[in-house]
């Protein structure tokens, strides 16, 4: 099975690294998915997108991103997000808490509870 060499990177630490089999991230220019082998290529990511990366292992790592970048060499994904917020260390109650707030914080909040899989 071909793979690639994926990190997860925030500002404020590495939230995951590994290898896996596919990544799905948004960027401005639309969702793009990355598979070992794909063309170089650097993406914006939006504020407020959701990455997933399907890992060699067959388990699913999900994060709500903020900014940032993406950067896709044949072999390499690197996921540089100026925040980020792994699924499972989402604050669900937070989340819902913030949709009421102004419009950057209801953007992230939407983000936190799409990864986290408690979207309608």
């Given at each position: 099975?071909?793979?690639?060499?994926?990190?997860?990177?925030?500002?404020?630490?590495?939230?995951?690294?590994?290898?896996?089999t596919f990544v799905v991230a948004?960027?401005?220019?639309?969702?793009?998915?990355?598979?070992?082998?794909?063309?170089?290529?650097?993406?914006?990511?939006?504020?407020?997108?959701?990455?997933?990366?399907?890992?060699?292992?067959?388990?699913?790592?999900?994060?709500?991103?903020?900014?940032?970048?993406?950067?896709?060499?044949?072999?390499?994904?690197?996921?540089?997000?100026?925040?980020?917020?792994?699924?499972?260390?989402?604050?669900?109650?937070?989340?819902?808490?913030?949709?009421?707030?102004?419009?950057?914080?209801?953007?992230?909040?939407?983000?936190?509870?799409?990864?986290?899989?408690?979207?309608?």
């Amino acid at each position: 099975m071909a793979e690639m060499s994926v990190q997860l990177v925030a500002v404020e630490r590495r939230l995951w690294s590994g290898t896996a089999t596919f990544v799905v991230a948004q960027t401005t220019e639309g969702e793009i998915g990355i598979m070992p082998g794909h063309e170089p290529v650097l993406g914006q990511l939006v504020e407020g997108g959701v990455v997933t990366v399907r890992t060699t292992d067959g388990e699913t790592v999900t994060a709500a991103v903020h900014g940032g970048f993406l950067s896709v060499t044949a072999d390499t994904v690197s996921v540089l997000a100026e925040s980020a917020d792994l699924a499972d260390e989402i604050d669900i109650a937070q989340a819902r808490a913030d949709l009421d707030a102004d419009e950057h914080t209801r953007a992230r909040a939407l983000a936190r509870l799409r990864a986290a899989g408690q979207t309608d």
